[in-house]
């Protein structure tokens, strides 16, 4: 790692992104001493610019960032730490600096979730998804085994699109027979991880 401590006046900023969710977590700052120290120890260490010193984050609290691994920008002066955090990252007790909880981001399919959860508590709402919620859990199951079968139909010809498009179907349906169970995708995904362990 070439980093440029001259061009930086010695301190480069730190930008930590949790290792799992990908969330960025806190911005600190390094010096050579460090980042050294961080990779000796495997525990996150900044330079305090208030205390004039190497700070481990956690030194006090016991929320260390366990390092997990370290990028360095395409100008040289700036690095990515992606750690694991053990308790919240914030001093406020936050789990982040921003004050934003550390959940798993799935991108569009959480703002979908978002959208099936609210036709889920507002079933007088006019849309299909209320109207497949108000038919009760075997008309839910029922949609997600039809769109199954189609999937395997579509995988079998050489249609993308409409194999494409029956996919979302069927994504789209478990989405909302996850919820009329009560459960979301972050779910799924925990047994997931446990099973691959």
């Known amino acids: 790692m070439e980093i440029d401590w001259k061009k930086v006046d010695g301190l480069v900023p730190a930008v930590v992104q949790d290792a799992t969710t990908k969330n960025v977590l806190m911005l600190g700052y390094m010096n050579e001493e460090a980042l050294a120290t961080t990779k000796e120890k495997g525990k996150v260490t900044f330079f305090s610019r208030t205390k004039e010193r190497l700070w481990t984050k956690g030194e006090e609290s016991g929320n260390f960032l366990e390092l997990v691994n370290i990028k360095l920008d395409c100008d040289n002066d700036t690095l990515l730490i992606q750690a694991n955090p053990v ?48 038919k009760g859990i075997n008309k839910v199951a029922q949609k997600v085994g039809e769109e199954a079968v189609e999937v395997v139909i579509e995988a079998k010809d050489d249609n993308e699109e409409l194999f494409l498009n029956e996919s979302a179907d069927l994504l789209y349906h478990y989405l909302i027979l996850l919820r009329a169970k009560g459960y979301e995708l972050n779910d799924v995904v925990k047994v997931l991880e446990e099973r691959h362990k």
């Open 87 to 134: 308790g919240p990252t914030c001093h406020k007790g936050d789990d982040t600096c921003w004050a934003e909880d550390n959940n798993p981001n799935f991108g569009f399919l959480n703002t979908l979730e978002s959208v099936i959860k609210d036709r889920y508590d507002n079933q007088e709402q006019k849309s299909y998804t209320s109207s497949l919620f108000k």
